[in-house]
């Protein structure tokens, strides 16, 4: 049963426009959440951390909150550029050490058009 | 520079083939992961290993086998290759403690095609 759901699967907008992210999930306990970056043909790339129980974090362009009394978090990307073009990956961890599980959305696939 | 190495690249085997795939870190991180992407799906656990010669089986490990004899380094093989095995594999290394803070850091990934 997939536990980490995000939406939409894909997504197109022009450069210069804000687009959102969603991500909806049911892992219990859900120690902390996190949004990779993954270009095409590449691994994934961390963009932010959230982890207490209403979180809102800024990085750059990016920015994300979380709610973890409605297991939803957001991932916001202002004034897009080209090099957005990538799938933002949702991941949930159950601990907050290596000896916990991951687990991973699908992904939505971005794409900035000129 | 902090990186996670996995060679090769690109890899196309026949079916019944065995695979060897591999996987370097420098970090010095205690553990190490193998997973699997498929197009629609989150990736998806092979094996997590914890050190040298500590390995635990992930959500899918049939049809894999591991074996980590270096912290550094960990490799995933693939005995007798089968057609639902192509897809793209991601190695993974992360410190054991402070998830929080230190993100896993992913390679680039092995795109490999059994025929």
């Known amino acids: 049963k997939t536990q980490v759901e995000q939406s939409p699967q894909s997504l197109v907008v022009r450069q210069g426009e804000n687009c959102v992210l969603q991500c909806n999930y049911s892992v219990t306990p859900d120690n902390h959440l996190r949004w990779f970056k993954q270009d095409t043909g590449k691994g994934l790339v961390s963009l932010t951390v959230?982890?207490?129980?209403?979180d809102k974090t800024s990085n750059g362009r990016y920015s994300a909150t979380l709610d973890k009394d409605a297991k939803h978090s957001t991932l916001h990307i202002t004034a897009t550029l080209l090099d957005d073009t990538a799938t933002y990956i949702c991941?949930?961890?159950?601990?907050?050490?290596?000896?916990?599980?991951?687990?991973f959305g699908a992904g939505t696939q971005l794409i900035v058009i000129p | 520079d902090m990186k996670v190495t996995q060679m090769p690249r690109y890899l196309i085997k026949r079916m019944g083939e065995n695979v060897l795939l591999e996987c370097g870190q420098d970090?010095?991180?205690?553990?190490m992961y193998w997973y699997r992407q498929d197009p629609g799906l989150g990736l998806q656990l092979i094996y997590i290993?914890?050190?040298?010669?500590?390995?635990s089986e992930g959500d899918i490990p049939k049809g894999y086998r591991v074996s980590r004899k270096k912290r550094e380094h960990f490799s995933l093989i693939l005995d007798s290759a089968k057609t639902n095995q192509t897809s793209v594999y991601f190695c993974a290394s992360s410190p054991l403690r402070d998830y929080n803070n230190q993100a896993p850091l992913f390679g680039e990934g092995t795109r490999l095609s059994v025929l």
């Open positions: 290993s914890y050190d040298v010669d500590s390995n």
């Open positions: 959230l982890v207490d129980q209403k």
């Open positions: 991941v949930v961890g159950d601990r907050g050490s290596a000896l916990g599980r991951l687990h």
């Open positions: 970090m010095s991180h205690e553990t």
